[in-house]
């Protein structure tokens, strides 16, 4: 079963650095944990794979969380990722248009506007990070947090079958803009925190998004019972990514499977082990 949208990951070479541009933004750090184990079965996902990596949580008032992961092999090259809008700025964007706008910077900035996310949509990119992000510069956007992410996600009706059927998701709207038909999917958990609006938008990326690439490479969902929501993804023609692992995150151990959807978006799901697991696990 689905839970809910646990966090947007992002790509971070200093986070320190990364997570006072966040505090900025009215983001709380909830945990932060150096020297993490970095499993083997990510090998896949990485430009260049590290036995451990450095972890940061971030939440806004509202919204899903935003983890900082450092790899010590961050590339500042843009990637397929997804990308993600905030609220609740009240202040000069930090991130400074420092490149020029793709065609598919200003689709999103459409789609951001059609689809209800956002009234001013304002994208600038961090010249040290390569991480590229949207504001609502609307005196409406008051809240801090993540409001919506978006991403390149192939041929649409493929792509809903994915977020839909396999990711419990509900498509609340649809349209079109610049060419390239989008759908609002709604992620709804028992939990507030775990709520997320993704756009769906119909196209591929220039590349397919690795964990250490610039940006926001992957979305992860709260799960109970993993190996069955593997196999249903599996059922909508998600690829898995090597095992199902072990972690230990923030006093949390957890379960975790890596995929990559038919349209290049990276999906991680996450099972909080609970104890009584955990005892069976050691009495066995």
Known sequence: MIL?????ALSSADIARDGAVLRQYGFDRVFESPDCPNDANKRPLLEQYQMAHDLALYRGQTGIAIEMTCHGSEVTRPSGGYEVLLGGVDKPWPMAAA???TEET????AIWRESGMAEDPIWGIDAGSGAAAWIDGSA???TSGVRAVAVLAGPLDQAEAVWIEGLQGREARRGRAGGRSWALIEVRGPV???NANVILVEGRPRREPMLDHAGFPCLA????GLAEDVARLMDCGVAVIGDA??????????RVQMLRAAGGE???LIETVRRAEQQAVKDS
């Open 4 to 8: 809910g949208v646990d966090h947007v």
């Open 99 to 101: 490149k020029r706008p």
């Open 106 to 109: 200003h689709l999103i900035g």
């Open 140 to 142: 409406n956007a008051s």
């Open 192 to 194: 507030a925190a775990w």
């Open 221 to 224: 969902f709260h799960v109970r």
């Open 245 to 254: 692992f072990d972690a230990a995150v923030a006093g949390r151990r957890l």
């Open 266 to 268: 990276l999906i991680e």
